[in-house]
């Protein structure tokens, strides 16, 4: 009888766990979170994000290939995403083109995104469905290249949910749709190193904080944050200081990721320490 007891109170558990996030929290914890979608579509101002603008369109980017503001992602029907359907919006978030057919700039990561689940889709599209609408059109964006789709290493499908019970794994999903590599491992051409210099760092942003490079997140003991400790690590994501007690600057978006869980911290920590170590 003690062991029946036993297993229906972890069942319980399990359950209780399962349904401690609706769709809603579960997309917004995703988007305003792990995703940092604020980070690039939420206006900013000298203290950071402009508060009652959350998604109504934020930065402006502009490199040799492209001119492009982040758009409004809320739900006003002119200047943002009102109009489109679930099916609009969850192809976009992994083919990367938009209802009108025309192409993203890469710098929107749907090419991490293709490894959500559809539950975790399902959500963020809940999620996005809640957010008001804010009206402030954005200045359409300006290419002189074409744009194409660059896909991360093993986000080429959805993750299968029952691999999120697998920590190591759970944390190369987390890092993935947070799509720390983006910014962590050098280009070359237009494209990432992602086969000979994954995680290397490198990349430099300027912006407000002056000018920032993207650290070396391998696991190498010197070079990278291989000799750091977990408590260590998940300081830097969270709170942005270094190892020897330094602020790192922006873009990362520490704020953001100072509301994860720490389970999740802990899959990601997880993770890297199983990036290969490079210099």
């Known amino acids: 009888m003690r062991l029946i007891l036993i297993a229906a109170a972890g069942l319980a558990a399990t359950l209780g766990t399962a349904h401690a996030q609706s769709p809603v929290e579960r997309g917004r914890y995703l988007v305003d979170t792990v995703m940092t979608c604020q980070n690039c579509h939420t206006p900013k101002g000298p203290t950071g994000d402009i508060a009652g603008k959350a998604l109504s369109g934020g930065l402006k980017f502009d490199e040799p290939p492209f001119t492009v503001t982040a758009p409004n992602i809320t739900q006003d029907s002119e200047t943002g995403i009102g109009k489109w359907t679930d099916a609009e919006l969850k192809s976009f978030m992994t083919t990367g083109v938009r209802p009108n057919g025309v192409p993203v700039v890469p710098l929107m990561p749907t090419g991490y995104y293709k490894i959500l689940t559809p539950g975790d889709l399902d959500a963020i599209v809940a999620y996005l469905r809640t957010v008001g609408p804010i009206k402030n059109e954005v200045a359409a964006p300006v290419y002189r290249a074409p744009m194409q789709q660059e896909v991360f290493p093993g986000a080429e499908k959805p993750m299968s949910p029952a ?75 969270t709170h942005g200081v270094r190892r020897d007690g330094a602020a790192l600057k922006p873009p990362m978006g520490y704020g953001y990721y100072a509301k994860m869980t720490d389970t999740d911290l802990d899959a990601v920590v997880a993770w890297l320490r199983t990036v290969p170590p490079l210099e």
Not at 187 to 201: A, E, S, V, W
Not at 228 to 234: G, H
């Open 163 to 237: 691999d999120l019970n697998d920590k190591v794994k759970r944390g190369f999903y987390l890092a993935t749709i947070a799509h720390c590599m983006e910014c962590h491992t050098p280009m070359d051409k237009g494209r990432h190193l992602y086969d000979t210099r994954l995680g290397t760092g490198g990349q430099k942003f300027p912006g407000p904080w002056g000018e920032s490079t993207a650290r070396n997140i391998t696991s190498h003991k010197t070079a990278g944050i291989g000799g750091w400790t977990d408590a260590e690590i998940k300081r830097a994501i």
